[in-house]
């Protein structure tokens, strides 16, 4: 995968994330300032996003935007498969791009690191606002007059549960899926599924994750369950369980799909282009499976 480097892209970069002792590391997102600041206010119709359908982390991002009802921070979607050029458009985008990695050239300060999604963009400034998807859903709460995702007294119960999701359910199947021995795909599949049959045993009696309210918990997880069958359960190796053998959470994760605006997040056909595009690793063919056929209504 190509890099910035001093602000120019290099298509022969560094690996995508670093194993140490066969286990995946992901690198640590590094353009993190906000909106609400004095330099980036949360104006209507200041801010587009960078996103590609199959990744989740950009999945994240696109969901807020819908439960938060902020149309006017308009989208630019990459194609499914990377190319030498990492993540490219199909059509035109904002600024006229053709390649996310001229989006990380126009930053003031010559920019080293990864071309990721999602990447938020202040259309004022003429500069990246944030590359951290995290950051980006709880940047979005401070629009005025949007829901909150995060409420005050279900705040500590909601950042336990990102912790527990982020490390061994979203990254999880990452680890998983990128091991490079043995014992680390064997610690990074067990955790997975003991978060999976611990959410399923708490969802016995409720409908959410923190409360009695769809909170940035559920959002946070929703984005993993969607791509669960399709594509970690045969690309990542993630096969213990899939997510429809598990009677509460499939019920849980088809009401969140069926939230107003979330299923037009959702793109199957592209996560299964994503996932199975051509790796050395995973899929050297680069074969897309017909299957799964999955009925997600109620």
């Known amino acids: ?26 690198e640590p997102s590094v353009l993190r300032d906000w909106i609400g600041t004095e330099a980036h206010p949360a104006d209507p119709g200041r801010y587009h996003l960078f996103v590609a359908w199959n990744c989740p982390w950009a999945h994240r991002a696109l969901l807020a935007r819908e439960e938060l009802g902020l149309k006017d921070i308009t989208v ?29 050239a126009r930053q003031p300060e010559p920019y080293t690191g990864r071309v990721t999604v999602p990447v938020l963009w202040d259309r004022v400034a003429g500069r990246i606002v944030s590359n951290e998807s ?15 995702l995060c409420p005050g007294p279900l705040r500590e119960e909601i950042e336990r549960w990102n912790g527990v999701i982020y490390e061994t359910v979203n990254n999880g ?38 409360g009695d309210v769809f909170t940035e918990a ?32 499939w019920d849980y994760a088809r009401r969140i799909y069926h939230r107003p605006g979330v299923a037009g997040t959702v793109r199957f056909d592209f996560y299964k282009r994503g996932y199975f595009s051509p790796s050395e690793l995973r899929n050297p063919l680069g074969i897309v499976p017909a299957g799964p056929v999955i009925d997600w209504s109620l």
């Open 76 to 104: 630019s979607y990459a194609l499914p498969r990377r190319t030498e050029e990492g993540w490219v458009f199909g059509e035109e985008s904002e600024l006229g791009v053709s390649a996310l990695h001229e989006v990380y």
């Open 173 to 210: 199947v990452y680890r998983a899926g990128f091991a490079r021995t043995q014992a680390a795909y064997d610690a990074a599949v067990t955790e997975v599924f003991a978060t999976l049959d611990r959410i399923e045993a708490h969802l016995e009696g409720r409908d959410w994750l923190a």
């Open 218 to 249: 559920d959002l946070r997880l929703f984005p993993t369950l969607a791509r669960f069958d399709v594509a970690y359960h045969y690309a990542f190796k993630c096969n213990i369980r899939r997510l429809t053998d598990y009677p509460r959470l």
């Open 134 to 148: 995290a950051d980006i859903v709880r940047m979005f709460g401070r629009f005025p007059g949007v829901p909150d």
């Open 1 to 26: 995968m190509g890099e910035m480097i001093e602000g120019r892209y290099h298509v022969e970069g560094r690996p995508a994330d670093t194993t140490v002792d066969g286990a995946f590391r992901r």
